[in-house]
């Protein structure tokens, strides 16, 4: 298969891991928003990098390529997210009943991974990401006024978090 150089003799290949390299960090936040550890957040984003590439000459608007990737990744996130939820080992049993509702807070991202997981991905999404409203409405796949109401009951338990964290 041939390379075909775009113009300024940069390959696809080479943009797309340009593209790739620049928001990995952004892709993995995304992702760990809506997983509950590294690993497999890590995971998620490596299916979105492949997914990607497969429809890497179908992107049409290079300027959208950051939601784009993101978009991939949060759907790739809940993919790995329901699949990890049908198997249940038996040494994480007890783990399950105390929850991370019993676990104090000591920093704000402990807090953030705390909040429900839509909420969690509207906060990542617009505080870490820097995204606008209408942008996290298209990757999360609901509404304008939906993304604002997950941001605002966010941002109240957010505070009531760090509050129970301050008490002695």
């Not at 497969?54 to 992107?59: A, C, E, F, Y």
């Not at 996290?136 to 109240?156: D, N």
Request: proline fraction near 3%; charge should be neutral; hydrophobic fraction near 40%.
């Amino acid at each position: 298969m041939a390379s075909m150089e775009l113009a300024g003799g940069i390959s696809p290949r080479e943009e797309f891991a340009a593209l790739v390299t620049e928001h990995s960090r952004s892709m993995f936040r995304a992702a760990r928003s809506l997983l509950n550890c590294d690993a497999d957040a890590e995971d998620a984003v490596s299916e979105a990098i492949l997914r990607a590439w497969r429809k890497w000459g179908q992107l049409r608007d290079r300027d959208a390529a950051r939601a784009w990737l993101l978009k991939i990744t949060v759907n790739c996130a809940y993919e790995q997210r329901r699949k990890a939820a049908r198997v249940l080992y038996t040494d994480q049993v007890e783990g399950v009943a105390g929850g991370a509702e019993d676990q104090p807070v000591s920093h704000l991202w402990e807090a953030v991974l705390r909040l429900p997981d839509d909420q969690r991905a509207a906060v990542t999404l617009y505080y870490y990401e820097d995204l606008p409203v209408k942008e996290i409405a298209r990757i999360l796949g609901v509404a304008k006024g939906t993304v604002k109401s997950r941001l605002g009951r966010a941002r109240q338990r957010l505070k009531q978090l760090l509050r129970e964290e301050e008490e002695p």
